[in-house]
């Protein structure tokens, strides 16, 4: 298993790279025959005024998926015990999810269907960008169907995923919705319609868990 450290606004010493290692490796020793790699990024944040500002994040790339786990606190040590924590749950859940789908069939009686586009999203604001770019993230993006693309939202633990579309091999995103459920950002063509079959608005049916209202 490889583990990678970075470091922001923070000196990676010999004592927290030792204890990163103690701790992460400890979190992900049960799933180390699905874990390829494992990302450990730790930052301290500038402004004196945030409480909760050395945070530890961890990013695990297993058999194509990614995983991923972030926690903050006033002391970094706590952090990554925190996040050490957090990361073994999700590798719990998703080890768990991939033994219950190779022994019970998939459901398909629910449906996730793009909503309408909207053409004005800024309406009378002024477009600003942000000053700078402060990071950026590159990762692969294997073709997956919905299905997929909504379990690995959950996995990384984002409100949204951006993923390639198995179906129509257009970039879609996946995001969750304010009162409950799932979206799909679809582009649309010149001539109005999704990139569906025959040209309609493309939906699919795939199995999506219930999930509470926020």
């Known amino acids: 298993m490889k583990l990678v450290i970075h470091g922001k606004n923070i000196e990676i010493t010999d004592a927290i790279r030792e204890y990163v290692h103690q701790k992460i490796e400890k979190a992900v020793n049960h799933f180390q025959n699905i874990t390829n790699e494992v990302d450990v990024h730790l930052s301290v944040a500038r402004n004196p005024r945030i409480s909760t500002r050395q945070a530890a994040e961890v990013t695990i790339y297993a058999n ?3 995983i991923r786990a972030e926690e903050s606190s006033e002391n970094l040590y706590a952090s990554i015990d925190l996040v050490a924590d957090k990361i073994a749950r999700q590798l719990r859940k ?3 999810r991939r033994q219950d789908q190779k022994t019970q069939p998939i459901p398909t009686n629910e449906v996730i269907v793009p909503e309408e586009v909207v053409t004005d999203l800024i309406g009378d604001r002024t477009p600003e960008l942000p000053g700078e ?3 950026t993230k590159y990762f692969s993006m294997p073709p997956m169907t919905l299905a997929e693309a909504q379990e690995q939202l959950q996995l990384v633990g984002h409100d949204f995923y951006m993923f390639r579309n198995a179906e129509t091999g257009e970039i879609n995103v996946i995001y969750e919705r304010n009162h409950g ?3 799909v950002i679809q582009p649309r063509n010149s001539n109005g319609h999704t990139n569906g079959k025959n040209g309609k608005t493309a939906q ?8 509470s209202h926020k």
């Open 64 to 66: 194509g998926n990614v």
């Open 94 to 96: 998703y080890k768990e």
């Open 204 to 211: 699919a049916n795939v199995s999506i868990p219930e999930k």
């Open 133 to 135: 770019v402060v990071r």
């Open 181 to 183: 459920g799932y979206g």
